[in-house]
Structure formats: structure tokens, C-alpha cells
């Protein structure tokens, strides 16, 4: 079985447990090790990983990047941190409880950019083919014909690891395999600073040990819709033809029947064009009357517009967000019969959802977007309003 070392990135011509070159205990070993070229690389707690290098004092603390207080909610634990429990997106208040001692520190984003663009020139040098998912995340194809390295992707992909170990100053983990559903899985698997693989033999067995929510596409609601049939684990919907997922789970079903025997279509797309911009608040308090949330969503409004104005773009759907004290989150839409900019246009539409919502409830969070991206050029057409307003 072929053996690559994850530090020296020397292959070995046999299944090792200890590099014949260097003598390092990291050897990875595969079947199918050097004829796979989809990856998937995630930094490891990214935002605090970034703070535990400009701070080695944190380096064995538990971190906790997030806005400090009890309204906020946790960005990144650190996997020290993690071990009491705090994970992404929990409520800052439930994550100190679990980790009273836990550093926290606000996020800087200016400066996780400025490390996401360091790292991003790496996997440049690597391919042309970089599809980045957020600041901390990457679909790489490395395929014959598209890399820039007459190495295989494996070890490019070690030597990768260790340069941005190196350069920059963060770990990643490394998923390796024929198509992007599968390297986000793998990537996830042997976190942090893993690197794991899955090939096309065992992909399906892989998959069958999986609850649902492992799919690319299910999300909480499907997943509930599954568990009300009784279908939990990934090898249920195996055993399933076509045609019955098409009937259950409608245009996804054709999609899924793909996905949960191993086969993924998508493409690697570079440079993926934005698809919604957004902007929210959390309150210092809950809000349950109507006319402070109005107020809120107002002057999200303004920046909103600002934000469009300045990528040069406009939506032609509305996005109202909000959550509720017990962090359900609701989003409401609103179809528009040309793209905008405007303030008072964004804000008019999202107010006929807002009145909708607003029943008494308390809210801890408000937010407004705009999806249908389009070019500026075409927003808010003058016949419609008059003159166009330069901002």
C-alpha cells in the first residue's frame, strides 16, 4: 500500500508506520493515495489559532474568539477550549459556563483577511483551480493538466500543510479525495492538523455509517422531514431507488440519490461570485415592540446600501433575519420586480415581513439582505423613480 510522510513529504514504496527518510510516526497511507486530486483544506480553529500566534502566551489557554458579554455568541473555540464543551455559534453565556476560564477576545476581521489572502497566495502557487468557501476554507483541484507542479496531489498537498505551518503560522486539515463532497468529509475527519483520504472503493461504505446530515443539501429542515419517515443514517437512503427519493424529497431527490452512493458532479469554480450580502444586530436586550425593531431595521437599511454600493451590486430579493430569545432563527423574504441599492426601498419590504413577525415575541437578533445579486447599473431603474440619487 503507497505511504506519503506528512512531514518530510518523501513516499514510501509500502504500508509504514515510521518514515524510512526522516523517521517520523506521521506516515499516511491509502490505496488509492496518488490517484485522487479533489481536496478540501480548513484551517483548525481559525480565528483563534490566528490569536494564539500573534499571542503565544495563549498558546495552551482555552480561547474563545467572540463579542465578550452575555449577548454574544462564540465565532471559534479553540480545540483547549472545546474540550469543555464551547463550540461555534453557542451563546457566549452557555460557552463560559462551561469554560469559566476561557480568554475571550474579539474578532478582528482585517487581520483573519489578511492571513485567508497569505494563505490563499500558497494554494496559488499550487493551482489556478481555488474555490474558497469562507476565510478558513478551500476546494483545491489538482488534477492532471490543472496544477502548477509536476508533483502528485498528495504530496503537494503535505507540502502545502507545512509551508502555511511554516509561513503562516496556522495548522490546517487536509481532505483528500475524487470529488468536493467527499474531500470536505475527509477533511473533517482527523481534525486538527489531520489528513485523511476517501476513495472510490470504500466511498460508499464510508457514507453508509453516516447520519443524514453528513449529505451535502440536508439541512435541519430535510433532515427532520427524514426523521419523520423514520430515515436517519445515510445507508436508508442507499437502499433507495431514484425514483422514490424524487417522490419524497422532490428536484433534491435526483441530486441526493447521487450523493448518498458517492458521486458528486460539482465541479471545482474559482473565484465563486457573492451571492447575498447581509448586515445584523444583536440587541443588548430582547425587543418584542414593533417600533424599536423598526428603528433597528432602519438604520441597518443605511449600511445595507452602503455595503451594496460600494461591490457595486444590488438584490432583487429582500432577506429579513431574525432570532428569537431562544435563538430560533427565521428568515422571511421578499420577491422585488427590479434589483436595488436604496435604503428606503430595502427598508419598505423588509418592514411588511417585519409586521408580520413582530407578535409579541421577543427578539435578540435583526438583520437585513439582499440575494438575486446584480450589477449596479441595473438597479433602480429611472423611470420608476425619476432622476437616480448619487450616494
Known amino acids: 500500500m503507497p505511504s506519503l510522510c506528512r512531514d518530510c513529504a518523501r513516499p514510501a514504496e509500502d504500508d509504514r508506520s515510521v518514515c524510512p527518510h526522516c523517521g517520523s510516526g506521521r506516515m ?40 465578550p458579554g452575555g449577548r454574544g455568541v462564540v465565532t471559534t473555540a479553540c480545540y483547549v477550549a472545546r474540550k469543555f464543551g464551547p463550540r461555534s455559534a453557542m451563546p457566549m453565556f452557555k460557552a463560559l459556563a462551561l469554560c469559566p476560564d476561557a480568554v475571550v477576545i474579539p474578532p478582528d476581521m482585517a487581520k483573519y483577511k489578511k492571513v485567508s489572502a497569505a494563505i490563499r497566495a500558497l494554494f496559488a502557487k499550487a493551482t489556478p483551480l481555488i474555490e474558497p468557501v469562507s476565510l478558513d476554507e478551500a476546494y483545491l483541484d489538482l488534477s492532471d493538466g490543472v496544477r502548477l507542479i509536476d508533483r502528485t496531489p498528495a504530496v503537494l498537498l503535505v507540502r502545502l500543510a507545512r509551508a502555511i505551518e511554516r509561513d503562516v503560522g496556522v495548522n490546517v486539515s487536509v481532505g483528500l479525495s475524487y470529488n468536493k463532497s467527499l474531500a470536505k468529509l475527509a477533511s473533517d ?85 457573492c451571492k447575498s450580502v447581509s448586515t445584523e444586530t444583536t440587541f443588548s436586550r430582547d425587543l418584542s415592540a414593533l417600533p424599536p425593531l423598526a428603528k433597528a431595521l432602519e438604520v441597518l437599511a443605511f449600511a445595507l446600501e452602503k455595503r451594496l454600493k460600494r461591490a457595486g451590486l444590488a438584490g432583487e430579493t429582500v432577506v429579513l433575519k431574525l432570532k428569537t430569545a431562544d435563538f430560533q432563527s427565521l428568515s422571511r423574504q421578499s420577491r422585488l420586480s427590479y434589483p436595488t441599492q436604496r435604503a428606503d426601498v430595502l427598508r419598505e419590504h423588509a418592514m ?40
Not at 42 to 57: I, Q
Not at 377 to 389: H, K, T, V, Y
Open 28 to 67: 499516511l497511507s491509502h490505496p488509492e493515495l496518488f490517484d485522487l486530486s479533489i481536496a478540501h483544506i480548513d484551517c483548525d480553529a481559525f480565528y483563534a489559532s490566528v490569536e494564539k500566534r500573534d499571542n503565544p502566551g495563549l498558546r495552551d489557554l482555552p480561547v474563545i474568539v467572540g463579542h
Open 189 to 273: 475527519r482527523d481534525k486538527p492538523r489531520g489528513f485523511a483520504v476517501i476513495g472510490r472503493a470504500e466511498a460508499r461504505h464510508v457514507l453508509s455509517e453516516l447520519p443524514v446530515t453528513a449529505i451535502h443539501g440536508i439541512g435541519k429542515a430535510t433532515a427532520r422531514r427524514m426523521a419523520e419517515a423514520g430515515i436517519t443514517r445515510v445507508e436508508q437512503l442507499q437502499s433507495l431507488p431514484e425514483a422514490a427519493l424524487v417522490a419524497r424529497f422532490g428536484k433534491f431527490g435526483r441530486a441526493l440519490s447521487h450523493l448518498v452512493q458517492g458521486d458528486d458532479p460539482r465541479q471545482i469554480v474559482a473565484d465563486r461570485p
Open 352 to 391: 411588511h415581513l417585519l409586521e408580520r413577525e413582530a407578535d409579541g415575541r421577543a427578539f435578540r437578533l435583526i438583520g437585513i439582505g439582499v440575494d438575486h445579486l446584480a450589477p449596479a447599473e441595473s438597479a433602480d431603474p429611472p423611470d420608476l423613480f425619476g432622476a437616480r440619487r448619487f450616494g
